[in-house]
């Protein structure tokens, strides 16, 4: 991706940007999908947020899983309120590139989400992702149930075992939201240039690799 900063700390809340009150405009429908950007979304559409660097190739992942009703990229689980991409760059926000993502748990489920998401990057390596360095490319998971959140950490571990199994360091994936006192970070929208951007861009950049590894799912919990 394309950063200003390469900063790997987080900063002071109190010294983060200030952002601004304006919302960023949102297209009302994804270009891939069809679908609304924005919710009110169908009764029953559960949703959640992934982080897994850069947010291009992140987006695209998720709007080919079958079962996925729509996605946007913003940011999440910082400090400053509608930032833009050059300040979330510079990082000064303490944002994470995010994608929102909402299914239909009636045609796939989050366990299937979640095992695309940790097979799809390397979730070990920190702030950064490949040669995208700095805050805003760590890995997350922002949850809005306790139930999501009981299956990433679940997830999280069978995951641990089976890269540690291949020589991979410790998990660094920031699990977020779905518990009193934690609730799932709020998302705000990416310019509307970022929305898409894979299928807008055919050639564009994208960096995200996994490793390999192969993520086995607790006792109890099938994938199709």
Avoid at 5 to 34: D, N
Avoid at 130 to 150: E, H, K, L, M, W
């Amino acid at each position: 991706m394309f950063g200003f900063g390469k900063s790997t700390q987080f900063i002071p809340p109190a010294a983060t940007l200030p952002g601004r009150s304006e919302r960023m405009p949102v297209a009302p429908r994804h270009v891939v999908l069809g679908t609304p950007m924005t919710p009110p979304w169908p009764a029953g559409i559960e949703s959640a947020q992934f982080g897994m660097g850069c947010f291009w190739g992140a987006e695209r992942e998720f709007w080919e899983t079958p079962g996925v009703y729509t996605t946007a990229v913003g940011y999440a689980g910082g400090a400053t309120p509608n930032p833009t991409y050059r300040e979330v760059c510079t990082g000064r926000t303490n944002h994470a590139e995010v994608v929102l993502v909402a299914w239909d748990p009636a045609k796939l489920s989050f366990a299937q989400l979640l095992k695309r998401f940790w097979e799809a990057h390397d979730p070990t390596q920190g702030m950064r992702q490949g040669n995208d360095v700095g805050t805003q490319y760590r890995s997350a998971i922002y949850c809005t149930s306790s139930q999501q959140r009981a299956l990433a950490e679940a997830t999280r571990e069978r995951f641990q075992q089976a890269l540690s199994a291949r020589s991979y360091g410790v998990i660094t994936t920031e699990i977020r939201g779905g518990r009193p006192g934690d609730p799932c970070p709020e998302f705000f929208y990416a310019e509307d240039d970022h929305q898409q951007y894979l299928a807008k861009n055919p050639g564009g950049y994208c960096g995200l690799a996994g490793t390999g590894v192969t993520c086995p799912l607790p006792t109890g919990v099938d994938v199709p």
